[in-house]
């Protein structure tokens, strides 16, 4: 066979075989998850948030997308479908890699410094570098590693002292094994914040109506007590007026008795006009006896007299005939 210009046929060409799996890099699947947002596929920056299911994202892209669900990421609908507002995501408190900047100072290989962990277990210093297990609390959004969380053994946060419920630890981009139970988690977790939300709402009610209950009951005590005093009020003054009657009364009695002429003084047996005689004084003298004015205009005689002869010769003659 040959120099026919033909080829020889090898026997994976010509007997078919299962088709292999392709398989992904874990390196380069690490960093696409440790390194870069879920939806935006931009590298993270503070805030990063993470979901119930353990995926991490940038805050702004989240925003974005519950802005505009359909148009602002197109993979969005596989990616984070079970996000519906910002409650259901978190708000991570990360620790930053303090050698990252070292590394960078000391390479000159761009994809080693950009590759190099960003953030690190705040107790045990272990990179979150994607080969180490990394968990949040959801009750307070502090990250650390699954050792940390072991390590813990109680129901409080070392990191900040908050105290947790241990199912509301939530594992970092869990396995593919552990992902239906993520699921079921979140399902549970979301179930119980309605109750709660639901039974904070009853008791906020039933407060507000026993508040209300309260101060009408305290109400119709003021009213009653009001009318408690307004009535004895009333009866005070009542008693005062009356009082102040009687007493106005006897001053009145007393000061009309001083007026009257005393019975003593007067004699039956007297005529009337003597009496009248007695306690009447003629008015031009009385008036004189009283004013001074009215004195000086009331001339005696002798006045008349006098002035008669101190008029001199202008006061007599035809003026005063023609005046008179």
């Known amino acids: 066979m040959g120099n026919d210009g033909g080829s020889i046929p090898k026997r994976s060409e010509l007997v078919k075989q299962k088709a292999k799996k392709e398989k992904q890099d874990e390196n ?8 870069y947002c879920a939806l935006s596929k931009k590298e993270l920056s503070e ?15 989240i925003i974005e997308y519950l802005l505009d669900p359909k148009e602002a990421y197109g993979d969005a609908d596989k990616i984070c479908n079970h996000v519906k507002s910002l409650k259901d995501v978190k708000v991570l ?7 990252r900047n070292h590394v960078r100072s000391k390479t000159d ?17 272990k990179e979150m570098n994607g080969r180490n297990g990394f968990v949040f609390i959801w009750d307070c959004g502090c990250v650390v590693s699954k050792e940390a969380v072991k390590m813990m053994g109680g129901d409080t946060c070392l990191n900040c002292g908050k105290q947790y419920e241990k199912e509301n630890i939530i594992k970092i981009y869990p396995a593919q ?9 979140m399902k549970m977790r979301r179930e119980k914040r309605k109750m709660l939300k639901k039974k904070n709402k009853e008791s906020l009610k039933d407060s507000k109506k026993i508040l209300k209950d309260s101060s009408k009951s305290k109400e119709d005590n003021v009213d009653k007590s009001t009318i408690n005093n307004t009535s004895s009020d009333s009866t005070n003054d009542r008693k005062k007026r009356k009082e102040a009657y009687l007493e106005t009364k ?8 001083d007026r009257t002429i005393p019975s003593q003084s007067i004699n039956s047996t007297v005529p009337a006009s003597r009496i009248i005689e007695q306690y009447s004084i003629p008015v031009n003298q ?3 006896q009283n004013s001074a004015v009215l004195n000086s205009i009331f001339l005696s005689e002798a ?3 006098r002035n008669d002869d101190n008029k001199n010769y202008l006061f007599k003659g035809t003026f005063n005939r023609y005046v008179a």
């Open 28 to 35: 380069l699947k690490a960093i696409a998850r440790w390194f």
């Open 47 to 61: 805030p990063i948030v993470a979901d119930e299911l353990g995926k991490l994202y940038n805050k702004e892209a």
């Open 93 to 99: 408190k990360l620790l930053e890699n303090p050698e």
């Open 109 to 125: 290989d761009p994809a080693y410094t950009k590759h190099s962990p960003l953030f690190i277990c705040p107790i045990l210093q």
């Open 177 to 185: 094994e552990e992902l239906q139970e993520a699921i079921e988690n």
């Open 250 to 257: 006897s001053s009145n009695k007393k000061r009309a008795g």
């Open 286 to 288: 009385s008036l004189k």
């Open 303 to 305: 006045d008349k007299k």
